[in-house]
């Protein structure tokens, strides 16, 4: 124990106590990093075998037991959890990287400006929430996405490019069930149609509702990605949808729509627009 208290002592003697100081704050960030992933996936049942395993590894790499052989073992532990971890959550890991390689793959298809004036903007915004709720009372499904700022040049080519001026005609068509690019999204900058029928990634979240299906699955999806609106539109039940953050918000009514909308082309509308049902 007097070996052991000394070599705490000496680990905290002058610049070895800013040495000691860092390696325990970085240890500290990448445990927390570690925790936290694991909780946010639904797995925080492992975070006390991996604090075990950090402890032994700390605890029988000590110069003091002298076990050099169990050091050299346990060196690679960070390894082995990155490999288990990269097995656990193959679409988690997924989707970080497509996220890191969607910011490098930026390319002017959008400018974070609209090239439109205020009063082309509260008219995209009326042909969207009419579009949507004619859309709604048909029970035909629709996708439609709102991109204030850029978005990936590999997701606008997944689908069909149109830079088309926007309508609630030309929307209704383009979600028509015997239209070609029914099944797909619509990106929507300002007041005009960029591209339709685009392929989104899917949330791998496990707390939606199970009547949610892959259109609202693609709406959530995107929308952890990149900073970006989706109005979901319900083939079942008609039902109106917002995801924005990772969230959905669900029933909404015209106003509400409009107010939303409103906030994100940056109208100044009020801040009543949260619906009464959300999941995450």
């Known amino acids: 124990m007097q070996q052991i208290w000394q070599n705490i002592k000496d680990a905290f003697t002058g610049w070895q106590a800013l040495r000691t100081s860092v390696a325990i704050l970085l240890t500290a960030i990448l445990l927390y990093l570690l925790f936290a992933f694991i909780k946010k996936n639904n797995a925080s049942r492992l975070i006390k075998y991996i604090a075990l395993l950090a402890l032994c590894a700390v605890v029988l790499s000590s110069d003091t037991l002298g076990l050099p052989l169990i050091g050299k073992v346990l060196g690679y532990t960070v390894l082995i959890i990155a490999l288990v971890m990269a097995l656990l959550f193959p679409q988690e890991l997924r989707r970080g990287l497509w996220k890191i390689s969607s910011h490098r793959d930026m390319k002017a298809t959008y400018s974070t400006r609209y090239d439109c004036s205020d009063e082309e903007l509260h008219e995209a915004v009326d042909c969207i929430v009419r579009a949507a709720q004619n859309m709604a009372k048909k029970n035909v499904g629709a996708l439609i996405v709102i991109a204030p700022k850029d978005v990936p040049a590999h997701i606008l080519e997944s689908g069909t490019a149109l830079d088309s001026r926007l309508s609630c005609q030309l929307l209704e068509c383009l979600f028509?069930?015997?239209?070609?690019?029914?099944?797909?999204?619509?990106?929507?900058?300002?007041?005009?149609?960029?591209?339709?029928?685009?392929?989104?990634p899917l949330t791998e979240s496990n707390a939606l509702d199970k009547e949610l299906g892959t259109r609202h699955r693609a709406g959530i999806g995107i929308t952890e990605?990149?900073?970006?609106?989706?109005?979901?539109?319900?083939?079942?039940?008609?039902?109106?949808?917002v995801a924005r953050g990772g969230e959905i918000t669900r029933?909404?009514?015209?106003a509400?729509?409009?107010?939303?909308?409103?906030?994100?082309?940056?109208?100044?509308?009020?801040?009543?627009?949260?619906?009464?049902?959300?999941?995450?």
């Not at 107010?259 to 009020?270: F, M, N, R």
């Open 176 to 200: 028509n069930t015997k239209a070609p690019l029914h099944d797909g999204a619509v990106f929507i900058k300002g007041n005009r149609i960029m591209a339709a029928g685009c392929f989104l």
């Open 256 to 280: 509400m729509l409009t107010d939303t909308l409103s906030q994100v082309y940056g109208l100044k509308a009020s801040e009543d627009s949260l619906a009464p049902h959300r999941n995450k």
């Open 225 to 241: 990605n990149l900073d970006v609106v989706t109005v979901i539109v319900s083939e079942e039940t008609g039902v109106i949808s």
């Open 251 to 254: 029933y909404y009514d015209a």
